[in-house]
């Protein structure tokens, strides 16, 4: 049961290696118990530690590190994918997710010969829309798989610019140093959707107005369609909208800064 639950851990780690992005010796990680870890490995832009700890029977999140040349073309531009998916309701989302959206932003990076938040926006949009088209097809037989989800975070270094995408309430945070003090402080980049949050409770009722149920308080917590707290519907997540009946599709919230 380990070694397959480690395989499995391995699969959601899928570094980009290429002349661009070496990866060092120990690219496959180390476990410990339900804790798999990597301590160091190299990406375009310097080095990453990653860790993935199992909390549940079954594996619900998937991640990626892509690193090297983030165009179908290869001639660039070059840089590094960071991809986070925090599944709900089973893996099918995520595992979905960590299949198809990099290889959405790389068709996209090549057509636009250039990294741009339109570039993030047309890849979520094209795996959000591919999900439901399986959905749609596996429905008769698995009607389950109307029900599950994930929350995407995204971040891309390219050009001296980081990118921060974020769909869902996963979060992304930076680290600054203190020179002063030698502190480090820890600052948050990306913004979340969550029904506690009353702005989204807003957003909901006004894209909404004909279901008064779209958002409900149930046992003191404000839930979507009083099942879920975290939105995963399209726009603030990916899946789960024939569970919740919310067809419009919605984009990712930007975070753009300059690191050069």
Not at 107 to 117: A, G, I, K, L, P
Not at 124 to 131: H, N, R, S
Not at 146 to 168: D, E, F, K, M
Not at 227 to 256: D, E, H, M, N, W
Request: charged letters at 20%.
């Amino acid at each position: 049961m380990l070694s397959q639950l480690i395989n499995f851990l391995r699969a959601c780690f899928r570094p980009r290696s290429d002349q661009n992005g070496q990866l060092g010796s120990d690219s496959g990680g180390k476990q410990d118990g339900l804790l798999w870890y990597k301590d160091t490995g190299q990406h375009f832009h310097g080095e990453f530690s990653m860790a993935v700890v199992q909390a549940n029977n079954l594996l619900e999140d998937q991640s990626q590190v892509e690193s090297g040349c983030l165009s179908t073309h290869d001639s660039g531009p070059f840089g590094t994918f960071v991809g986070v998916y925090d599944g709900h309701g089973g893996p099918e989302t995520s595992r979905y997710v960590n299949e198809y959206l990099f290889q959405h932003f790389k068709r996209f990076t090549c057509e636009q010969q250039s990294m741009s938040v339109e570039v993030i926006r047309k890849a979520f949009q094209a795996t959000e829309e591919g999900f439901l088209s399986l959905v749609t097809k596996q429905w008769p037989i698995k009607p389950q798989i109307a029900a599950v989800g994930s929350c995407c975070l995204v971040g891309v270094i390219c050009n001296g610019t980081l990118y921060i995408a974020n769909l869902g309430d996963s979060r992304a945070v930076m680290g600054r140093l203190v020179k002063a003090t030698g502190d480090v402080l820890a600052m948050q980049l990306s913004e979340e959707h969550n029904a506690a949050i009353e702005s989204v409770r807003r957003e909901l009722h006004s894209l909404h107005p004909d279901d008064s149920q779209i958002v409900v308080l149930k046992h003191n917590v404000w839930r979507v369609k009083g099942l879920i707290q975290v939105r995963l519907l399209r726009k603030k997540g990916l899946g789960a909208s024939y569970k919740y009946g919310v067809q419009t599709f919605l984009f990712p919230i930007f975070f753009v800064v300059a690191i050069c």
